[in-house]
C-alpha cells in the first residue's frame, strides 16, 4: 500500500466535462466576437460547442492556462497574453465531483495517508475550487503549474509533492486521468493508478500500475494492495 497518495485534480477528484464543458461554452461566447469566432476559438482547443464535449486529443485536456492560452490568442488580436491568461484563470467555475469526494477522503484520511494535488491549473484555482466543497483541508500540499516546481509530465512538480509531504518519491502513488499523470508519476518512480473520470479511456491509461473506473472505488482497491 502506499504511504501517500498524490491526486490530479480534474478528470480525477472533479469530473472534467462536467465541471469545464459549461465554463468553457461560456467562455467562448464571451470570447467570441460572433458565433463563427467562437466556433474557430473551441476548434482551436479541441471543443465542441455544440455537444460540449472535448475532443479526446484536446491540447487543453491536460494543458496549463498558458497553454489554452496560446491556442487562441492567433484568433484573439486584440488581446495580451498575460491578460488572457489572468481572464481565464479568474473566470469562476463550478467544480462537479467526480464522487462522493467527502467520503472517499474521510476513508484516507482515516488510513493515516497524506495526500496532496498536483494539477496543472494554478494553484490559486484548485485552493479556490476545494474551498467552496471545504475539502482543501484534507491535503497536506496544493501544487499548482505555476508554484515553481514545473508541469505534467515532468516529474519535477510530483517530486516536490513528495518532498513536502516528507514521504519518500518511490513510497507514493499518483493517481490521475490523463497520460500525462501516468507518465509523469512513472518518471518520478512513484506507483501509479488510472481513473476513468476524465477524456481517456482505459487504453490510453495502459501504462499505469493498474485503472479503476473512479476514485470512489479508491479506498477499496487499496485494501486489496500488499
Given at each position: 500500500?502506499?504511504?501517500?497518495?498524490i491526486f490530479?485534480?480534474d478528470?480525477?477528484?472533479f469530473?472534467?466535462?462536467?465541471?469545464?464543458?459549461?465554463w468553457?461554452?461560456?467562455?467562448?461566447?464571451d470570447?467570441g466576437?460572433?458565433?463563427?469566432?467562437?466556433?474557430?476559438?473551441?476548434?482551436?482547443?479541441?471543443?465542441?460547442?455544440?455537444?460540449?464535449t472535448?475532443a479526446?486529443d484536446?491540447?487543453?485536456i491536460?494543458?496549463?492556462?498558458?497553454?489554452?492560452?496560446?491556442?487562441?490568442?492567433?484568433?484573439l488580436?486584440?488581446?495580451?497574453?498575460?491578460?488572457?491568461?489572468?481572464?481565464?484563470?479568474?473566470?469562476?467555475v463550478?467544480?462537479?465531483p467526480?464522487?462522493?469526494?467527502?467520503?472517499?477522503?474521510?476513508?484516507l484520511?482515516?488510513?493515516n495517508?497524506?495526500?496532496a494535488?498536483?494539477?496543472?491549473?494554478?494553484?490559486?484555482?484548485?485552493?479556490?475550487?476545494?474551498a467552496?466543497?471545504?475539502?482543501?483541508?484534507?491535503?497536506?500540499?496544493?501544487?499548482?503549474?505555476?508554484?515553481?516546481h514545473g508541469?505534467?509530465?515532468?516529474?519535477a512538480?510530483?517530486?516536490?509533492?513528495?518532498r513536502?509531504?516528507?514521504?519518500?518519491?518511490q513510497?507514493c502513488m499518483m493517481?490521475?486521468?490523463?497520460?500525462?499523470?501516468i507518465?509523469?508519476g512513472?518518471?518520478?518512480?512513484?506507483r501509479?493508478l488510472?481513473?476513468?473520470?476524465?477524456v481517456?479511456?482505459?487504453?490510453?491509461?495502459?501504462?499505469a500500475?493498474?485503472?479503476i473506473?473512479?476514485?470512489?472505488?479508491?479506498?477499496?482497491?487499496?485494501?486489496?494492495?500488499?
Amino acid at each position: 500500500m502506499p504511504q501517500a497518495i498524490i491526486f490530479d485534480k480534474d478528470g480525477t477528484l472533479f469530473g472534467f466535462t462536467q465541471t469545464w464543458a459549461p465554463w468553457c461554452v461560456d467562455l467562448m461566447r464571451d470570447l467570441g466576437r460572433d458565433d463563427v469566432h467562437a466556433r474557430a476559438l473551441s476548434d482551436a482547443v479541441g471543443f465542441d460547442l455544440d455537444t460540449g464535449t472535448y475532443a479526446p486529443d484536446s491540447p487543453v485536456i491536460a494543458g496549463t492556462p498558458d497553454q489554452s492560452a496560446d491556442l487562441m490568442l492567433p484568433l484573439l488580436p486584440d488581446w495580451h497574453r498575460a491578460d488572457l491568461i489572468a481572464h481565464m484563470i479568474e473566470r469562476p467555475v463550478t467544480p462537479v465531483p467526480a464522487t462522493d469526494l467527502l467520503t472517499v477522503l474521510e476513508a484516507l484520511k482515516t488510513r493515516n495517508i497524506p495526500m496532496a494535488i498536483m494539477t496543472n491549473d494554478s494553484a490559486a484555482a484548485a485552493d479556490e475550487q476545494l474551498a467552496a466543497l471545504d475539502l482543501a483541508h484534507y491535503f497536506d500540499a496544493i501544487v499548482g503549474y505555476d508554484s515553481g516546481h514545473g508541469m505534467k509530465p515532468d516529474a519535477a512538480p510530483l517530486l516536490a509533492c513528495a518532498r513536502l509531504m516528507n514521504v519518500p518519491a518511490q513510497s507514493c502513488m499518483m493517481v490521475g486521468d490523463s497520460p500525462h499523470d501516468i507518465n509523469a508519476g512513472r518518471a518520478a518512480g512513484m506507483r501509479t493508478l488510472g481513473v476513468l473520470t476524465g477524456v481517456a479511456n482505459a487504453a490510453s491509461l495502459s501504462a499505469a500500475d493498474a485503472v479503476i473506473a473512479d476514485i470512489g472505488l479508491l479506498p477499496d482497491w487499496l485494501d486489496t494492495q500488499t
